[in-house]
């Protein structure tokens, strides 16, 4: 039984939700102001630790785009870091050859994107499972080889940046920190990519509670129900695989605002793997899952990779129990890539801990702290109130037959009315 229960709609629920998003703004500035104030838990002060919050950023918009695919559609795909490639590569080839600003290379990255993930959707109007997987992973496979082909375009295994001069992103002059000094430019990326970032969240959000977003959840559940239910099957999953790419894409020239250098080994195989690994960890089939996913996949290899030649930052409690761990490895050989090993082995543990990701984690937690009761907006608009109909049993008054009554009807009026089976086999003989 949870400590609180709010009721959707009234007005403890919104303060709730409005509480919520707050904080989540309070989180988002306070990032851009703890230079001044003094504590800056995590060296968030610090430029190069902006930079890696800056990537988180950017991957999360990469895995909430492949989210669109795996999470929401039910498809299997292994190639979404091509797509993150190619609108880095787009970003960086506009900027450093055609001297485009990054931000008018962003729409342009997201439409060739999107053309490109539609092409590339095509195999999954004809196959599913296994065999897509395997389709889509030969792109991942295949990206980094084009990249080096085409060294005239890409700078092939050199990589790819803008001129000194052109390549960093400066704060206009009305900014509170443009006078930071080393923060000023990875401050002011962090802020056009939160902006980009959010306007991507919200959108998806949206679309996931519009009506072709329910009936992509029901592509998902079940393809020959959602046919049957009269969803044109191959234009949703084709149009899935162009939105995923183009915010793949988009994902892709945000990377470059932070770091405007690309090469063949950031968007290979390795990529598209991780993204996937933070797709789980984070929550399938879950919006703000994408933003764990990007922390695991960003700050556990980097943390684990540093504790293995310096312990001093770790935590406490895990600094004693590791320790004769450490001392044991230390001057063998190999020592430096037990890092990976300690990823795979916490990556197990916690898909057996929590099996739905850190989301699903964190939404079983709170329904012990709030639990929130549905209460739909037409049955407020039916009982002109936020509380439910009363429950009274009183022979007397015969109170619950007369209100009950309009729920009645509300609920038949929206219920279809049944087609006999010779009717329905009628109807589709001449539709045939």
């Given amino acids: 039984m949870a400590l609180v229960t709010l009721k959707q709609g009234t007005p403890a629920h919104r303060a709730y939700v409005v509480g919520a998003w707050a904080l989540a703004a309070i989180?988002?500035?306070?990032?851009?102001?703890?230079?001044?104030?003094?504590?800056?838990?995590?060296?968030?002060?610090?430029?190069?630790?902006l930079t890696q919050i800056n990537d988180v950023i950017c991957y999360a918009v990469a895995i909430l785009g492949l989210n669109l695919v795996i999470g929401f559609s039910g498809q299997l795909s292994l190639g979404h870091s091509a797509?993150?490639?190619?609108?880095?590569?787009?970003?960086?080839?506009?900027?450093a050859d055609h001297h485009w600003s990054y931000l008018a290379t962003v729409p342009v990255s997201a439409a060739l994107c999107f053309v490109i993930g539609l092409v590339v959707g095509l195999p999954a109007l004809r196959i599913r499972g296994l065999y897509l997987a395997v389709v889509t992973l030969s792109v991942a496979y295949v990206f980094p080889t084009l990249v080096v082909k085409y060294d005239s375009l890409t700078g092939g295994p050199n990589g790819k940046k803008p001129a000194r001069d052109t390549g960093k992103m400066n704060p206009p002059?009305?900014?509170?920190?443009?006078?930071?000094?080393?923060l000023a430019s990875p401050l002011w990326v962090y802020c056009i990519l939160v902006v980009i970032a959010t306007a991507l969240f919200l959108l998806v959000r949206n679309f996931m509670k519009s009506r072709p977003g329910r009936a992509l959840l029901a592509v998902r559940d079940n393809q020959t129900s959602a046919a049957v239910s009269g969803i044109n099957l191959p234009l949703y999953k084709a149009l899935t695989f162009g939105a995923s790419a183009a915010i793949g894409g988009i994902a892709g020239s945000m990377l470059m605002i932070n770091r405007p250098?690309?090469?063949?080994?950031?968007?290979?195989l390795p990529l598209a793997i991780f993204l996937v690994v933070g797709l789980v960890a984070g929550g399938a089939?879950?919006?703000?899952?994408?933003?764990?996913?990007?922390?695991?996949?960003?700050?556990?290899?980097?943390?684990?990779?540093?504790?293995?030649?310096?312990?001093?930052?770790?935590?406490?409690?895990i600094k004693q129990v590791t320790k004769p761990l450490f001392d044991w490895l230390q001057g063998?050989?190999?020592?430096g890539s037990i890092a990976g090993v300690f990823f795979g082995v916490g990556?197990?543990?916690?898909?057996?801990?929590?099996?739905?990701?850190?989301?699903?984690?964190?939404?079983?937690?709170?329904?012990?702290?709030?639990?929130v009761i549905p209460n739909p907006s037409w049955l407020r608009?039916?009982?002109g109130s936020a509380n439910p109909p009363s429950t009274s049993h009183s022979p007397s008054s015969g109170g619950d037959v007369t209100q009950a009554a309009p729920v009645v009807a509300t609920v038949r009026s929206r219920v279809a009315k049944p087609v006999s089976v010779k009717k329905a086999i009628n109807l589709r003989g001449k539709t045939t």
């Fill in 83 to 95: 797509f993150v490639g190619l609108g880095a590569y787009t970003t960086i080839i506009l900027v």
């Fill in 332 to 335: 063998r050989q190999g020592a």
């Fill in 285 to 317: 089939g879950t919006i703000s899952g994408a933003i764990p996913g990007a922390l695991i996949y960003v700050f556990v290899p980097y943390f684990m990779s540093a504790w293995t030649t310096d312990q001093r930052g770790m935590p406490p409690g």
């Fill in 261 to 268: 250098f690309a090469s063949d080994v950031q968007f290979g």
């Fill in 347 to 371: 990556l197990l543990i916690f898909v057996f801990v929590l099996p739905g990701g850190f989301i699903d984690g964190i939404r079983r937690l709170r329904s012990k702290v709030v639990q």
């Fill in 173 to 182: 002059s009305w900014m509170p920190f443009s006078n930071a000094g080393r």
């Fill in 381 to 383: 608009e039916l009982h």
């Fill in 27 to 49: 989180v988002l500035i306070y990032v851009i102001f703890a230079y001044r104030w003094g504590f800056a838990p995590g060296s968030i002060d610090k430029a190069f630790r």
